[in-house]
């Protein structure tokens, strides 16, 4: 599935600035991981050496602190579930397929494969003789990624053939325990015509954890192939988590995206669609409520680069204490895009007053026949609603949980798999000491 | 129930309220009258414990407790409650929702146990017919979409589902037709009780044909300058609030 597109203006490459300093870092960054992990892939040395290593000067990195990552990158830690203390499969009640993966490694023990007419599941080390997802790969453009392309060895190779659909979700959960470990993962999902799959991409720390995660997930949607993902993010601990997702979509498809930071220390989300087939669907929703200290960055980007396509995102925030949030969505219409509908949302509340957001929409329309909304707002818990709910006697706290469900709500509301929502709600709930997420009637 | 004494409130600065006494007795419905600006809704707010208002002096005595001394929360869980002359609303949350957590703070408060879905629902349909409140509007989310008369009926379908010892009705009548003042009147005196209060506070008299007040009372800068029986209220609708003011000047 290459890209047809004529390359437009916007592909022109950005100039690359490169500062000293970081590339030193990123060097240093560089050897540390691989004194741990061994390095498997040479051929990505040039294009780590092309590639600027991540700094403040860099507009996709403005609002980013990467000085984070230049900690000593220390061990590799222990690899299977049992030996690091965690439950195999986080969400109760969840009947998945499952993928193990603890500190990089695949742990099979904790694993259950899908055995199933048409589908070949197995971990991507294992499937070196699997037909290649066919996606270009974002390992030559960001820094990070091109760490992933040298070093990832490890993930879920997964293909969905012409016309099956996969009878449950498949979880992938990564797990991260102990010191200075450096976690790196690729993901190559391949769903073919129409075929339908679901996977739920579940990060999990131990709270002694620290160290690093860096999952790359490249997945090429077939012609009227459905593929949703539920990405939750949940890590206790030190960890900084790097994220790629670049997801293909061929004519008649589409794919859904929720991904929820229920919490993280360091996160950094980029998630990229590239819509090469007329009729496609793109759905991309988010979530992010960071305590004191956290840090969420959520970078998205909609390439429509054929007529008659339509993307859907929505991305909400609640920022508390000293907590800080990105947002950057980018939505691309090629010339050729016509008929394009492409609407975005990012709405932030800043629930304290030392908390920072640093929101961006950027669209960028070449078609003159599209329709294409965007609203971006930060505000505040709306003061009146509160004071009307407590003026009938709820608790402040309880009047707070009741606008915050009814603001993230539409977003959790939309994950594929409801047993993950209902996890994620009760997660939340905790990490806030709220009594309940659950709004039901009846309950 | 409820004895106001030499009450003092401010918001930014400005002195709203200037030593405002008031006493409310089990049972008693009372109309608080009087021109623009005079302090009637800042007189709700601060019962109800807004907290842009800033209590300057005075006391309030709730039942035999200290109404100033508790949050907007607690006051609600003691049996004070609000109907709003300008209801909020809330999108997402829904109407049926948002009041099972307040029951459910108020049984808290009280020390029962959390209500049973069934039971709630039973009470929602029984208190909903007072008002006429729709279906529709049950599930929908708070005040959103409302018209301003099914905003006021719900505001009363709340206070018959909290059953308050003292009910304060801000400018209810405000925005009304004559239908919706009817279905909204009715449903207030459809919960009169002699162990149940009313603070009535409007600008017109039209309210009181409906809902008949025990006393009458005439605010003026921030001071209770008048008070009488209901009579009171139709002599303000003949002559205006003008007489009463040059009566406090002379």
């Not at chain 2, 405002?20 to 007189?43: C, D, F, R």
Request: charge should be negative; proline fraction near 4%.
């Amino acid at each position: 599935m290459r890209d047809t597109a004529k390359p437009q203006v916007m592909d022109r490459p950005k100039k690359s600035v490169k500062l000293a300093a970081s590339q030193q870092q990123g060097e240093a960054y560089l050897a540390a991981v691989e004194a741990v992990l061994g390095s498997a892939r040479n051929d990505y040395d040039a294009t780590l050496a092309a590639l600027p290593v991540p700094h403040r000067r860099v507009e996709r990195w403005k609002y980013t602190p990467v000085a984070p990552w230049w900690t000593d990158v220390a061990s590799t830690g222990v690899c299977t579930a049992a030996a690091a203390g965690c439950e195999p499969c986080p969400v109760p009640g969840l009947d998945a397929y499952r993928l193990v993966f603890v500190n990089g490694c695949f742990d099979a023990a904790s694993s259950d494969l899908p055995v199933h007419p048409g589908v070949t599941c197995m971990p991507v080390s294992q499937a070196s003789h699997e037909q290649p997802v066919d996606n270009d790969q974002p390992e030559h453009t960001e820094w990070f990624a091109a760490v992933n392309g040298k070093f990832g060895r490890e993930g879920l190779y997964l293909r969905v053939a012409k016309g099956v659909i996969l009878d449950r979700p498949i979880l992938v959960h990564h797990h991260s325990s102990g010191a200075g470990v450096a976690n790196v993962l690729r993901h190559d999902i391949a769903i073919e015509a129409n075929a339908k799959a679901t996977v739920i991409q579940w990060s999990s720390a131990s709270a002694d954890a620290n160290g690093s995660v860096n999952a790359l997930t490249r997945v090429a949607v077939g012609e009227n192939a459905q593929f949703a993902l539920d990405k939750v993010q949940d890590e206790e601990g030190q960890i900084r988590h790097v994220a790629f997702e670049d997801i293909r979509q061929s004519r008649g498809s589409r794919a859904d995206v929720h991904t929820v930071t229920v919490r993280g220390q360091w996160v950094r989300n980029d998630l990229i669609f590239r819509i090469n087939g007329e009729g496609a669907h793109a759905e991309l929703n988010g979530t992010f409520l960071p305590l004191d200290g956290e840090f969420v960055d959520n970078h998205t980007t909609v390439d429509h680069r054929v007529a008659h396509c339509t993307s859907s995102e929505n991305y909400k925030g609640i920022l508390y204490g000293k907590s800080t949030g990105v947002f950057n969505g980018k939505v691309f219409v090629r010339p050729d895009a016509q008929q394009t509908n492409a609407y975005q949302q990012n709405a932030n509340i800043l629930a304290s007053d030392q908390a920072s957001m640093n929101a961006k929409p950027e669209l960028e329309i070449y078609a003159d026949d599209v329709k294409c909304s965007h609203g971006c707002t930060i505000g505040q818990f709306d003061e009146e609603a509160l004071f009307y709910a407590r003026s009938r006697g709820i608790g402040m706290e309880a009047a707070k949980a009741m606008l915050v469900h009814a603001f993230i709500g539409e977003v959790l509301q939309g994950l594929a798999v409801p047993e993950v929502r209902m996890e994620v709600e009760h997660r939340l709930a905790e990490k806030h000491h709220w009594e309940t997420f659950n709004d039901e009637p009846g309950a | 129930m409820l004895t106001i004494n030499e009450l003092k409130a401010s918001i930014d600065d400005a002195q709203i309220l200037k030593g405002l006494n008031l006493t409310i007795k089990p049972g008693e419905v009372h109309a608080i009258m009087g021109p623009n600006g005079s302090g009637k809704s800042t007189l709700a707010s601060v019962l109800a414990g807004r907290e842009d208002y800033e209590v300057d002096g005075g006391s309030v005595d709730f039942d035999g407790v200290d109404l100033l001394d508790m949050d907007a929360t607690e006051r609600a869980r003691a049996g004070l409650f609000l109907a709003f002359q300008y209801p909020v609303e809330i999108p997402g949350v829904s109407n049926i929702n948002f009041m099972r957590a307040a029951v459910n703070g108020k049984r808290e408060h009280e020390g029962k146990e959390p209500i049973k879905g069934k039971d709630f629902l039973d009470m929602v349909k029984e208190k909903a017919k007072l008002v006429e409140l729709d279906g529709r509007l049950r599930n929908r989310s708070v005040n959103e979409g409302f018209s301003g008369g099914e905003k006021k009926r719900n505001e009363i379908f709340q206070m018959a589902m909290l059953e308050p010892k003292l009910a304060i009705l801000d400018e209810t009548d405000s925005g009304l037709d004559i239908d919706a003042l009817r279905i909204v009147s009715e449903g207030v005196n459809a919960m009169r009780s002699p162990d149940r209060s009313f603070l009535v506070i409007t600008h017109y008299q039209r309210l009181l044909d409906y809902i008949v007040p025990d006393f009458v009372h005439v605010l003026v800068d921030g001071r209770i300058v008048h008070s009488g029986g209901k009579e009171l209220a139709l002599e303000l609708e003949e002559k205006g609030y003008d007489w009463i003011k040059e009566d406090v000047t002379a």
